[in-house]
């Protein structure tokens, strides 16, 4: 590849185009007229949709259609278990959680816990284990409703899942995981069937309410590839060809230009986790966060900071819900009057308020954790 | 290959020369001193060990010396249903009963029911769940105790067995299932993945009683090349490598040099299925089974017959138990004093008194199938 930047499944890196990428993927940009259409039923635009955070889909005007003919849709997204859970991953979860209110849907929450384990040489089910229970606590204290949403754990529900994945991989060849994931013979073969299970929430739903229903998958741009697999094959089998609803990585502190997406395993310190205290986060915003300010005071009230390179202002677009005060921020930012420490500040104030309720709410779903893992009859 | 024939877990054709395949496949040869050691526990020696028709191994001496320190091996064989049963898969299953009663030792016993699902184009796996229960009531009408013997169906109990398998698929590469198993960049990712399921029950029997414990798998040549693979990873999870015995195909009824074993695919003329009725068994032994004998009564009483490539005289060898029988047997069909249509007769009836009672079993074993499936706590 030309370009400066990966994105597959398993590796994001460089500074991504993300233009070039729907290109790239066949993706479809979300335009305005699509935007207003899901403002429609919504009644409100998310401001991950309003910043264009959640910048592409696949078919979400099929998924619209059909809610506008009363056929209800379900949300499928997900979370490999290989560490804890930090502030990018919660990207796709919030807007999930978002769509789940206002179209009032069901959502199958995918833990594949067998994915990190097949593709990182040194990971074991016990390190899985761990971080999929602490995992699973962060989506439960985002406020998720345990009546509408179902985890699904791999090889927990192995014997729901394994049948179904068996009919999607009958579809697929390796050579088609070598184009789609660019495997090699040197790969193993969990992790070439793996795809196969990472299909099957897009249509189990429909087997288990026994009503032909359609999938809108939320996630990453990353995950494509594997919807892209699947999508040729789930109509083949019966159902309807899972629509989806793309976002962009949440930067890593050390700026977009190194890491387009926020990744827990290049070290603890390009990372706020779920469970950093309010010190932490303010030490890591403070001496790792790539800042777009001037090398002194004076030059900075002269020239003025440069906010769309700063990753703290960057974050603050994820973070920050009130449009007037973000553009205020850039406003001042940008024109020197406010400097990159209290920027940072900003921005560490903005964390350490959500993450304080959140840390209290993870605690208390501690309790609730059955309640959210799928069962017969729930 | 050179050879004319072929002997894979998906295909066994030819003139199969069995000395020649036990280097191959790197297999041991049963040998007098092993079957005698066999004997001292079993207080008698199987016909099919005495007529060498379980004629191969691995690590049987391990398993003998484990028993022998009071370490007790369980059984492992199993059934990919993909039709009716035929006398042919009644073999391993007979032997496989016989070292449970003698050695006393638990059976489990899998249907890999995704198998032929994955491997043949056109097997639904509606098709499947019928054969699978067809091939359950043939394996229970054998007479194995069900407080001893457990069912394993890959995709009911994948709760238990697909996070053991991806412990497996991790440790084999694309390239290794390429030079056992002959696959290619069209083989769909199911079937890559597939002999990662047929390991588990191999070990799976360690984790279910606590207690790390040997494995003897009695099995059909064929399935050498899946457990040449697992027995290179499974000792690198924790368990022991798992020993074997091996069996040579019953022929078709066409003949050995057509096909080496009797597969129900190629026509239900060729074999002789376990729901046949009496007429049915003596049409086709009859009209299909290639016979040894000379072209008129006048040569055949004056040459005498070849019992050698004589299939009605080969399958006795498989199903008349009494040595001096079978010997009287070959030698008046050899001087002639038997000719063809009584040799023909004398199997016929071997068999229709047999499937008689098998029959009657296979009817009550319908109400005794539960009591088979492995659940946790049996």
Known sequence: MTDNYTVTPWEVKGNIDYDKLIKEFGVSKIDEALQKRIMKHTGEMHRFLRRNI?????????????????NKFFLYTG?????????????PWIFTKWLQDKFDVELWFQFPDEEKFLFKENMTFDDVDK?????????????????????????????????EACKVAKRITFSTTRSAFGFTNENNIGSIFYTAMQAVPAFLPSIIRKKKMPCLIPHAIDQDPHFRVSRD?????????????????????????????????????????????AKTVKNKINKYAFSGGQATIEEHRKIGGNPDVDVSYQWLTFFEEDDAKLVDIYRKYKSGEILSGELKKI????????????????????????????????
């Open 54 to 70: 959640f910048f592409a889909h696949r078919d979400m005007k099929f998924i619209l259609d059909e809610y506008e003919k009363g």
């Open 347 to 378: 921005l560490i104030d903005k964390l350490n308020a959500f993450l304080e309720s959140h840390q209290i709410k993870r605690e208390e779903a501690r309790k609730n954790v059955d309640d959210f893992i799928y069962r017969e009859g729930k």
């Open 79 to 91: 979370r490999a278990p290989s560490g804890n859970t930090h502030l990018g991953h919660l990207v």
């Open 131 to 163: 971080y999929l229970y602490e995992n699973m606590l962060d989506v439960i204290a985002l406020g998720f409703d345990p009546k509408k949403t179902h985890f699904i754990i791999d090889t927990k529900h192995a014997g729901l899942m394994y049948r």
């Open 233 to 277: 094959v789930i109509p083949k089998i019966g159902f309807y060809k899972p629509a989806s609803i793309q976002c962009r990585f949440l930067p890593g502190l050390g700026g977009m230009s190194e890491d387009g997406k926020m990744s827990s395993s290049s070290g603890d310190s390009a990372t706020i986790f779920t469970t950093d205290n």
